[in-house]
């Protein structure tokens, strides 16, 4: 019976490449975008409220059932109500998630946003 030593192989290895994360959550700034209507989701296809914007009603419902579905990807939005909406990837509402809270925004979804609901 003949035993064979096994080889050992040194693995470099590589550091994983960045990844861009989503923001968790929303930064107050001092004042809604232009144009941007009260009781609204004001959804923008550009970073810092640029691009061609699309005005939504806010989901009051609260019971987390009226999934909200932009006509585009959106790179930018501001939370024009008193309620916290959830922001999410997908166009179903679910997946990534950020929380906007009234009054506030997001100036760079790094993933782009595709739908909302009442937190």
């Known amino acids: 019976m003949t035993c064979r030593r096994a080889e050992t192989h040194r693995a470099f290895r590589v550091p994983p490449a960045p990844r861009r994360h989503a923001p968790r959550t ?3 700034d001092d004042a809604p975008p232009p144009n941007c209507p009260p009781n609204s989701m004001c959804l923008y296809q550009g970073e810092n409220y640029s691009g061609t914007p699309e005005y939504l009603p806010i989901d009051w419902a ?5 999934c909200q579905v932009a006509e585009s990807v959106f790179r930018s939005v501001y939370n024009r109500s008193v309620q916290t909406q959830i922001v999410f990837q997908t166009g179903d509402c679910r ?12 100036r760079d979804f790094s993933y782009g946003g595709q739908s909302y609901i009442h937190s």
């Open 95 to 106: 997946g990534n998630r950020v929380e906007i809270k009234g009054g506030t925004g997001v």
């Open 62 to 66: 609260g019971d987390g059932m009226n």
């Open 26 to 28: 929303s930064t107050r």
